[in-house]
């Protein structure tokens, strides 16, 4: 089962997911990202989940891309073990930045933007 929540937190867009992307779920993780806000282009994704499929890193790409394409960025944070050796296996950590916390992520855009 896949939940997640959005909220704003010091003016940064955050997505939390709670629970593990499986194939019966990864649209969810699409949807979530249809409800993203066009006006911000600093995203938090908290990725707290178990598993996560090729389906829904396709996803996280395809984010990534959009973010991107608006002078803006990502960040993951809150990666499980086993998420995080798929991503590095697919060099994505070498693309997306991936930070230990939320707290951490928002000092890496405030950071940036010095």
């Known amino acids: ?26 649209q969810k993780l699409k949807l979530a990202f249809q409800k ?5 282009d600093r995203l938090i994704i908290n990725l ?31 990666i499980s073990d086993n998420v995080r050796t798929v991503l590095e296996m697919i ?4 693309v997306i930045t991936i930070v230990e916390n939320e707290e951490k992520a928002v000092a890496y855009f405030y950071q940036e933007s010095k």
């Open 91 to 94: 060099r994505l950590h070498k």
């Open 1 to 26: 089962m896949l939940d997640f929540e959005m909220k704003e937190k010091e003016g940064i867009t955050v997505l939390r997911f709670y629970g593990s992307i499986g194939a019966a779920n990864a």
């Open 36 to 40: 993203l806000p066009e006006e911000n």
């Open 48 to 78: 707290g989940v178990s598993f996560i499929t090729s389906e829904a890193i396709g996803y996280l790409i395809q984010i990534y891309k959009k973010y991107k394409e608006k002078k803006g960025d990502i960040v993951l944070c809150n």
